[in-house]
T-cell receptor, first 110, second 116 residues
Framework: SQQGEEDPQALSIQEGENATMNCSYK?????LQWYRQNSGRGLVHLIL?????REKHSGRLRVTLDTSKKSSSLLITASRAADTASYFC??????????FGPGTSLSVIP | EAGVVQSPRYKIIEKKQPVAFWCNPI?????LYWYRQNLGQGPELLIR????????DSQLPKDRFSAERLKGVDSTLKIQPAELGDSAVYLC??????????????FGPGTRLTVT
């Protein structure tokens, strides 16, 4: 699909563990963004990584980008129950088109 | 700063009826987006505005959907007539100017539409 894939679709971990989510894409991108969505709420921006960047950090979040593999990963370290949410990557193509993936549903068990 | 405001939050209508959603973006944000999100899916872009101009409406079903952004601030998305398959959450987002790439977006809470 044009959206590419995110995996896993669902992830369940214990509090304190790390969570890794992956995002792949098919067309070239200008930047890639990660968002979080709590149940029944709007999306919240987490991190933006540009196509010429390989890694970015924000607090307990670490995003990597591998343009040769057309993939990105979001790592959440030392997870908390409050991290329970759906996580989406949004690809911004070279034509400035914004394409969201289907998301990963993360459950952090206290 | 105040966030993106959307109204109504919930709307239930019968099929074939019209419906409209309103969005007020963050002050100073010249880019405005409308998305549709089905249950368990990611948001699907319907239309993107740069100021008053619709720069990407390729995914907007133009036979029944219309949108406007008068004066480059508030925006309205309309469906007429609504169909059962239009039941979804309609999200509005805005982003600030600067740079030559779509920047991070700030989302409103969405309008949950149920068509019966």
């Amino acid at each position: 699909s044009q959206q590419g894939e995110e995996d896993p679709q669902a992830l369940s971990i214990q509090e304190g563990e790390n969570a890794t989510m992956n995002c792949s894409y098919k067309t070239s991108i200008n930047n890639l963004q990660w968002y979080r969505q709590n149940s029944g709420r709007g999306l919240v921006h987490l991190i933006l990584i540009r196509s010429n960047e390989r890694e970015k950090h924000s607090g307990r979040l670490r995003v990597t980008l591998d343009t040769s593999k057309k993939s990105s990963s979001l790592l959440i370290t030392a997870s908390r129950a409050a991290d329970t949410a759906s996580y989406f990557c949004a690809k911004v193509t070279s034509y400035d088109k914004v394409i969201f993936g289907p998301g990963t549903s993360l459950s952090v068990i206290p | 700063e105040a966030g993106v405001v959307q109204s109504p939050r919930y709307k239930i209508i019968e099929k074939k009826q019209p419906v409209a959603f309103w969005c007020n973006p963050i002050s100073g944000h010249n880019t405005l987006y409308w998305y549709r999100q089905n249950l368990g899916q990611g948001p699907e872009l319907l239309i993107r505005y740069e100021n008053e101009e619709a720069v990407d409406d390729s995914q907007l079903p133009k036979d029944r959907f219309s949108a406007e952004r008068l004066k480059g601030v508030d925006s309205t998305l309309k469906i007429q007539p609504a169909e059962l398959g239009d039941s979804a959450v309609y999200l509005c987002a805005s982003s600030r100017p600067g740079g030559d790439q779509p920047y991070e977006q700030y989302f409103g809470p969405g309008t949950r539409l149920t068509v019966t």
